[in-house]
């Protein structure tokens, strides 16, 4: 099976916390194994219930891959409870992005506010954003095809986009370049530096994949609707209305609109009179 590079990354990241755990074990036999085992490893994570659920997923994949062999009988890991994790509702403001995108600049990492702007116009993943090339960008729209639904789009860019692009030099294939390196961002340190520039320009609780949220909200606060919103963003209709349901504020910029329209409304209605 092939799986997006993303997706084998936090395969490896879950793989050393288990193999942790068995080598602090002094590495028993897996027949030994029982579900009393797995339920303390997994209280043991508990001040972090994402990536203990990560790692507890990963570790029922073994484990049924086990039974499967016929090394065990049953799976100590099946139907273990897991936490509920809130979803997050962080969405970047049009101030925060300015001011990421400044502090950026002033650090030394334009791409990364460069980065920060695609993210927020284009609401694709870091993955796709960091492999952008210049020749997906024709001046007026992006065309790119996302890596892990294999969903082919052609987003429009908007005017704050191609300015931002328009400025950037093509020294590279790649749209976004380390500037150390001068090459293709690399994940890790991508995150890394997103992280430091975030903290200096004092939006330590924003994260990169808040900013695929933040293009649907904007997107439905300007009014678009759920499919112009998933021609955007490539998600399927009804998961983007779930998406809408799920994080979308119910702010006083959406009762605003809302009201603007019912006026707008009422207005044509007293002139069809």
């Not at 969405?91 to 506010?113: C, H, M, N, Q, Y």
């Not at 009201?259 to 409304?265: E, G, M, Y």
Request: a positive charge; charged letters at 25%; hydrophobic letters at 40%.
């Amino acid at each position: 099976m092939s799986l997006a590079p993303a997706t084998k990354t936090g395969y490896e990241y879950c793989l050393r916390i288990i193999e942790n755990w068995s080598e602090k074990a002094c590495h028993p036999p897996i027949t030994s194994l029982e579900r009393r085992h797995v339920k303390a490893f997994y209280r043991s994570m508990g001040e972090t219930p994402s990536k203990a659920n990560a790692v507890l997923r990963v570790l029922r994949l073994i484990l049924a891959f086990a039974v499967d062999e016929g090394l065990l009988q049953r799976n100590p890991a099946e139907r273990q409870r897991l936490k509920s994790t809130p979803p997050r509702q962080q969405v970047w403001s049009l101030e925060s992005i300015r001011t990421f995108v400044a502090t950026a600049k002033d650090a030394g990492r334009p791409s990364l506010g460069l980065a920060v702007l695609l993210g927020a116009n284009l609401g694709q993943r870091q993955g796709d954003i960091l492999r952008l090339s210049w020749s997906q960008f024709d001046g007026s729209a992006i065309t790119l095809r996302q890596s892990k639904t294999g969903v082919l789009l052609a987003v429009p860019v908007s005017k704050e986009l191609r300015i931002a692009l328009d400025e950037t030099p093509r020294h590279s294939p790649t749209i976004l370049l380390c500037e150390t390196t001068k090459r293709t961002w690399q994940t890790f340190f991508f995150r890394h530096e997103f992280r430091r520039i975030a903290n200096i320009a004092g939006l330590p609780e924003l994260q990169f994949l808040d900013l695929r949220r933040t293009a649907v909200v904007r997107l439905a606060e300007a009014g678009c609707t759920v499919p112009e919103i998933a021609a955007i963003t490539g998600h399927q209709l009804d998961r983007t209305a779930r998406i809408l349901e799920t994080y979308l504020p119910r702010n006083g910029t959406m009762a605003e609109a809302a009201i603007r329209k019912l006026d707008q409304h009422r207005k044509r209605t007293q002139l069809d009179e």
